[in-house]
């Protein structure tokens, strides 16, 4: 007998899914996603997935359930009789393709997008469109469905992050983002699945990674400096290189790459990283260390301080974040691609600059 995927839904598993969908008409995201387990467990082994639209910020949700068959995946929806109807959903009016109005100057879809050219140049854009696509399909194929209590956790933990720590400055950021308590909800219940996604790609990897190469696990700050071009990097590189012993205290450092800035035009900015993540010439790398240039948009490296590793929260976090970097990457190179804007010698480029093999250190760190 074929595997259940490759038929069509039951009798039992459509009625099942439509008593489910008028179920949840009235919920929000996280309750509705809940509730999926109960009905998941009812048919054990059948691929589901939930999708929403929201009409307005703060508006009902309108849910299908797609079930993925072997030809083709069947939509199934429930539309309350106050609801859009669903056939409409999908029609647009010409409002729709303007993003901006300044001073009644309509900016269209098509505009903006030209704007948006260094996308094509900077293929790290790209890459964080692709893996977020990527991460919320993997969500939706197993979804880390989250209790009240690791809800209200969640959203904890993500004000934490954000220095919200107040209900005014929480509203204030909402506020700016368009964002309701539902929406927020939304985006801290998203975070939380990708760190456990994250943690579950990882397993229990990491102690053995930092114990076949501790040393790759410093901890070193440095300062990248981007220039505009290679003889204005390597230019900086020899600057740099003949400064004083202690050109690399904190103070001094801060006003080498001010003077780098404003005499040299460079784009400097000062990270905490791995000492792998600096690649070969890293490895033996000391305060006061130059390395590079590196990549097509060259950056300078200086090393102000490294620290001796340990295997910690932190380090054990950095590592299952490189592990889950690695395995975003292999997916990448076996995803299907497809660009609807921008010319096809273009995409065809980005395209086959993210299905590249990750680059070791270096010009990736310098990214």
Same mark, same amino acid.
Request: proline share 5%; hydrophobic share 45%; charged share 30%.
């Given at each position: 007998?074929?595997?259940?995927?490759?038929?069509?839904?039951?009798?039992?598993?459509?009625?099942?899914?439509?008593?489910?969908?008028?179920?949840?008409?009235?919920?929000?995201?996280?309750?509705?996603?809940?509730?999926?387990?109960?009905?998941?467990?009812?048919?054990?082994?059948?691929?589901?997935?939930?999708?929403?639209?929201?009409?307005?910020?703060?508006?009902?949700?309108?849910?299908?359930?797609?079930?993925?068959?072997?030809?083709?995946?069947?939509?199934?929806? /429930?539309?309350?009789?106050?609801?859009?109807?669903?056939?409409?959903?999908?029609?647009?009016?010409?409002?729709?393709?303007?993003?901006?109005?300044?001073?009644?100057?309509?900016?269209?879809?098509?505009?903006?997008?030209?704007?948006?050219?260094?996308?094509?140049?900077?293929?790290?854009?790209?890459?964080?469109?692709?893996?977020?696509?990527?991460?919320?399909?993997?969500?939706? =194929?197993?979804?880390?469905?989250?209790?009240?209590?690791?809800?209200?956790?969640?959203?904890?933990?993500?004000?934490?992050?954000?220095?919200?720590?107040?209900?005014?400055?929480?509203?204030?950021?909402?506020?700016?983002?368009?964002?309701?308590?539902?929406?927020?909800?939304?985006? !801290?219940? +998203?975070?939380?699945?990708?760190?456990?996604?994250?943690?579950?790609?990882?397993?229990?990897?990491?102690?053995?990674?930092?114990?076949?190469?501790?040393?790759?696990?410093?901890?070193?700050?440095?300062? /990248?400096?981007?220039?505009?071009?290679?003889?204005?990097?390597?230019?900086?590189?020899?600057?740099?290189?003949?400064?004083?012993?202690?050109?690399?205290?904190?103070?001094?450092?801060? !006003?080498?790459?001010?003077?780098?800035?404003? =005499?040299?035009?460079?784009?400097?900015?000062?990270?905490?990283?791995?000492?792998?993540?600096?690649?070969?010439?890293?490895?033996?790398?000391?305060?006061?260390?130059?390395?590079?240039?590196?990549?097509?948009?060259?950056?300078?490296?200086?090393v102000v301080e490294v620290r001796t590793a340990a295997f910690d929260d932190a380090t054990r976090r950095g590592?299952?974040?490189?592990? /889950?970097?690695?395995?975003?990457?292999?997916?990448?190179?076996?995803?299907?691609?497809?660009?609807?804007?921008?010319?096809?010698?273009?995409?065809?480029?980005?395209? +086959?600059?993210?299905?590249?093999? !990750?680059?070791?250190?270096?010009?990736?760190?310098?990214?």
């Amino acid at each position: 007998m074929p595997p259940h995927s490759a038929v069509l839904p039951s009798a039992r598993l459509l009625t099942d899914v439509l008593a489910y969908l008028r179920r949840i008409r009235d919920l929000e995201p996280t309750e509705a996603r809940l509730l999926l387990g109960d009905l998941r467990a009812e048919h054990e082994g059948v691929p589901m997935r939930l999708v929403w639209q929201r009409d307005h910020p703060g508006g009902d949700c309108h849910y299908d359930l797609l079930l993925p068959v072997g030809d083709g995946t069947v939509s199934i929806a /429930f539309a309350p009789d106050r609801a859009l109807p669903w056939p409409l959903r999908g029609s647009r009016n010409s409002g729709e393709q303007v993003v901006v109005r300044v001073n009644g100057m309509e900016v269209a879809m098509e505009q903006a997008m030209a704007v948006l050219d260094e996308l094509w140049s900077d293929t790290s854009l790209a890459s964080r469109l692709v893996d977020a696509a990527l991460v919320a399909q993997e969500l939706a =194929d197993d979804p880390a469905d989250l209790s009240t209590a690791e809800l209200q956790d969640a959203l904890d933990a993500f004000r934490r992050a954000r220095g919200l720590l107040t209900v005014e400055a929480t509203r204030a950021w909402m506020a700016e983002r368009g964002l309701d308590h539902a929406g927020l909800e939304d985006v !801290a219940a +998203q975070e939380a699945g990708i760190a456990r996604l994250r943690r579950r790609v990882a397993g229990d990897r990491a102690e053995g990674v930092f114990a076949a190469g501790p040393r790759s696990y410093d901890r070193l700050c440095a300062v /990248f400096l981007r220039y505009p071009r290679m003889e204005a990097a390597r230019a900086a590189a020899d600057r740099l290189r003949i400064g004083a012993p202690d050109a690399t205290a904190t103070a001094t450092a801060t !006003a080498t790459a001010t003077a780098e800035m404003l =005499d040299h035009g460079a784009d400097a900015r000062l990270r905490r990283l791995f000492r792998a993540e600096l690649g070969p010439e890293g490895a033996d790398a000391s305060p006061g260390d130059v390395l590079g240039p590196y990549g097509p948009d060259p950056v300078v490296v200086q090393v102000v301080e490294v620290r001796t590793a340990a295997f910690d929260d932190a380090t054990r976090r950095g590592i299952e974040q490189r592990l /889950f970097d690695d395995w975003l990457a292999g997916r990448r190179r076996e995803a299907r691609i497809e660009w609807v804007w921008g010319d096809a010698r273009r995409t065809e480029a980005v395209n +086959q600059a993210l299905r590249a093999p !990750a680059a070791e250190g270096g010009a990736a760190a310098a990214r």
